[in-house]
């Protein structure tokens, strides 16, 4: 879960801890994800134990997590309207909803999350004006971005995400080839999308805020704007292809190359050319150092104790053990900070010798270095699919560590 998703969740689950409108009833958790588990963890720290997970996925009935049974939505209706109450973390808020009503569930059902600006399900007049202004603001970045780049094939990568940006970047020229595109502008959000679009050599890269995204996409599917592809394995805002994972399986990679750009299994990805040298040797021995990379915003994190016993382990093998950071990251114990721009990576661990990272974009931008590499993941599905996130985010050539509620090596 991205951090202001994180933050958003906490806010309303803080608001109703406060009211205090979880005492005495139950509270049941709809969707399997990653999500839920983040808001299950956020309420067990709270002192709130939801009674069950609903889910309509077959494979995942009958286990738990955490103690907590995942049942079918069905189970709900042996609970009144005045006993009960429904989070949702995920997407499908206005589907889910529906399918609980349905079953007769006449209850409370909170959305805890919103995932896009503009996905307001109120027929109020004010939410219809909302939107007005949203789709105005956009159609005028839409319009300002056609003026700028007006021979240019517009790529909208609508999330904040460094392995999405990559591999829609990874995958751009063969699309271009076989579309007979000549030339395109990738749009991303923030900074770090910025460095991730650019280590690929000839991309023009505009880089927007989240609100300023969140409008553009809006107007692009308004507009029916032909001259633009929005580049994501799930496209919310078009096809909901994820539902292709309940019943078949394909890799987040294979995602991009053949269901975002429609791409032949065998197609190789083009490699970043714009990796710069890096500028700090004397941090690092070569052959001899480790890089943690133990943060992400889109992945559960296990504690700080688990990244402190891998230190150990590889300072015992005569490692110096770095730590990635950002500037408001702090190293874990026992080790040093490392900070470098995006470009710098791949050299930097490939003179480290050894790269352990929580399963995150970062590890996308580093998948081509030489070097041992070893991916943590959470012991989770995907989503709602019935597939582990260890087998959809697998990277060819590494190592995996998968950790669970034991939170072993």
């Known amino acids: 879960m991205e951090l202001r998703h994180k933050a958003q969740m906490a806010s309303v689950l803080d608001a109703r801890l406060d009211a205090r409108s979880f005492d005495n009833r139950s509270v049941f958790l709809f969707g399997h994800c990653n999500a839920t588990e983040e808001m299950a963890d956020y309420l067990m720290e709270h002192n709130v134990n939801p009674d069950a997970i609903l889910d309509n ?15 079918p939505p069905e189970h709900i209706k042996r609970y009144t309207s005045e006993n009960s109450v429904v989070l949702i973390a995920a997407r499908f808020i206005a589907e889910m909803s529906a399918q609980l009503r349905m079953l007769g569930y006449g209850g409370e059902i909170v959305q805890a999350v919103e995932y896009n600006s503009f996905a307001e399900y109120s027929l109020t007049g004010e939410a219809f004006e909302r939107r007005a202004e949203r789709m105005l603001r956009g159609v005028k970045t839409l319009d300002r971005i056609k003026r700028q780049y007006p021979k240019h094939h517009m790529v909208v990568c609508p999330n904040n995400a460094l392995g999405d940006v990559y591999w829609a970047m990874a995958f751009l020229a063969p699309y271009r080839e076989k579309c007979g595109i000549q030339s395109t502008v990738s749009i991303v959000i923030g900074d770090g999308c910025r460095q991730a679009a650019e280590l690929f050599k000839g991309e ?17 599917i308004f507009t029916r704007e032909d001259n633009c592809i929005i580049a994501h394995h799930d496209r919310p805002y078009t096809d909901n292809i994820i539902k292709y994972l309940d019943n078949r399986f394909l890799s987040f990679i294979d995602y991009y190359r053949m269901a975002v750009y429609g791409l032949r299994q065998d197609t190789q990805p083009t490699p970043p050319s714009r990796n710069q040298g890096f500028e700090k040797t004397e941090r690092i021995i070569k052959n001899k150092t480790l890089i943690l990379a133990p943060y992400a915003k889109s992945v559960a994190e296990p504690p700080d104790s688990f990244w402190e016993s891998i230190a150990k382990k590889w300072h015992e093998k005569g490692y110096l053990v770095l730590t990635s950071v950002n500037s408001d990251e702090n190293p874990i114990k026992g080790t040093l900070p490392l900070s470098l721009p995006l470009g710098q990576m791949v050299p930097a661990v490939e003179r480290a010798g050894a790269f352990i990272g929580l399963r995150s974009g970062l590890c996308d931008i580093v998948h081509t270095s030489r070097c041992r590499k070893i991916a943590v993941f959470p012991d989770c599905y995907y989503s709602t699919t019935p597939h582990k996130v260890a087998d959809f985010f697998a990277l060819p050539g590494w190592e995996a560590i998968v950790y669970g509620g034991s939170w072993k090596i």
């Open 204 to 220: 023009s890269v505009i880089e927007l805020e989240l609100a300023e995204m969140d409008e553009l996409v809006q107007a692009v």
């Open 57 to 71: 996925n077959t494979s995942k009935q009958g286990l738990s997590y955490k103690k907590m049974p995942i049942l």
